[in-house]
């Protein structure tokens, strides 16, 4: 419907603009026409054909603005809409002295010109800012801007990511956030921090080390990335266990969840959450071992069976080498034989050169 008035709207103003387009001709002009009336309605018939061409331009333009409007973020409406206040704001400050200046009648168009085309620059310069600098336009107008649409799930650059306590103390978050494979906002939720700070107060010293380690890379990473790393005061006082609030929380906010976790990943899973599983981008960009390939390994203690020998590549990725306990404490040349890998882990099992040559 919205489309037909749109159409017709054009039509009917280009037909009334060309039926009384003829008063406008010069005295003298239509001097030898006998029916004034049937001029006025060819020319209207003849405008209305025009009116009707942009009217559905523009009936097309819109609707695919209005689609491209229904697709964008609610953040970047937001941000877009200040930064265009903004800019006709200054451009009306900056061009007030022009109105003030003594121009000629001649060139009275001058004023009203740079008024738009100084009105239009400043505009658009205003957006093009606010895409660039929006979230912290936002912060600034009000802190919890950015935090309230993340937890309601409206803001959506990227697929937010819920981090678990094991991924902070485990570290190799801080890397990826260095060498930007991962994006979108992060949110430590309330309860993890507080998770984290209960390990770092424990009474075994082997707790408390990974604790404040996990709190030392924390600040470090939110102080390197203070719009992407987010604090949310969440909580559930029903639920008992941290693993079952993650998994509460990124269900609510539509996040991913962020973890190393095992256990969390499957019981994550099971439930329809997303799940970024850290040991599972290691795994992916580990070299892969086919059998048959040869490596230079070091046997460093004894399997689980008498003729086992073990040891680790590089990576940590463990070596199980059959025949290889007579090597103990010595380096070895192997050729692989198969490997197991799982998201909890890599091993390569193989035999000694000489024994595989035999």
Same mark, same amino acid.
């Given at each position: 419907m919205l489309d037909f008035? /749109?159409?017709?709207?054009? /039509?009917?103003?280009?037909?009334? /603009?060309?039926?009384?387009? $003829?008063?406008?001709?010069?005295?003298?002009?239509?001097?030898?026409? $006998?029916?004034?009336?049937?001029?006025?309605?060819v020319?209207?018939?003849?405008?209305?054909? /025009?009116?009707?061409?942009i009217g559905l331009s523009f009936q097309t333009t819109y609707r695919r603005l209005e689609a491209?409007?229904?697709?964008?973020?609610?953040?970047?409406i937001l941000t877009r809409a200040i930064g265009l206040v903004i800019g006709l704001l200054l451009a009306n400050l900056m061009l007030a002295p022009l109105f003030l200046l003594p121009i000629p009648a001649d060139f009275g168009f001058i004023k009203p010109l740079v008024a738009v085309v100084g009105s239009i620059i400043l505009a658009v310069t205003g957006m093009n800012l606010a895409d660039t600098h929006g979230r912290g336009l936002l912060r600034l107008i009000n802190p919890n801007t950015v935090e309230t649409l993340v937890v309601e799930g409206t803001l959506k650059p990227a697929n937010t990511k819920v981090l678990d306590t094991s991924c902070i103390i485990d570290g190799r978050i801080e890397t990826l956030l260095e060498t930007g494979f991962l994006e979108g906002v992060i949110i430590v939720p309330q309860f993890v921090l507080q998770e984290l700070q209960q390990v770092?107060?424990?009474?075994?010293?082997?707790?408390?080390?990974?604790?404040?380690r996990g709190l030392e890379i924390l600040n470090r990473i939110k102080e390197?990335?203070?719009?992407?790393?987010?604090?949310?005061?969440?909580?559930?006082?029903?639920?008992?266990?941290v693993d079952a609030k993650l998994v509460k929380f990124a269900q609510e906010i539509n996040g991913t969840l962020l973890t190393n976790d095992y256990n969390l990943s499957k019981v994550a899973s099971v439930q329809k959450v997303p799940v970024l599983n850290v040991n599972d981008l290691v795994n992916a960009v580990r070299p892969s071992y086919l059998p048959g390939d040869n490596l230079d390994l070091k046997i460093l203690k004894e399997g689980k069976e008498p003729s086992q020998g073990v040891g680790y590549l590089?990576?940590?990725t463990m070596v199980v080498v059959e025949e290889g306990s007579g090597y103990v404490g010595g380096e070895l040349r192997v050729v692989v034989t198969s490997a197991l890998q799982t998201s909890a882990g890599r091993m390569i099992f193989a035999k000694p050169q000489a024994s595989a040559l035999a």
């Open positions: 008035i /749109i159409i017709l709207s054009f /039509i009917l103003a280009a037909s009334g /603009i060309g039926y009384f387009s $003829t008063d406008l001709l010069p005295t003298g002009t239509l001097n030898g026409v $006998t029916n004034l009336d049937a001029l006025r309605l020319v209207a018939v003849f405008a209305a054909i /025009i009116g009707g061409a491209q409007v229904r697709e964008m973020p609610l953040e970047v770092a107060d424990a009474s075994k010293d082997i707790k408390r080390v990974r604790g404040r390197a990335y203070p719009e992407r790393i987010l604090i949310n005061p969440a909580d559930y006082e029903d639920i008992n266990t590089d990576d940590g």
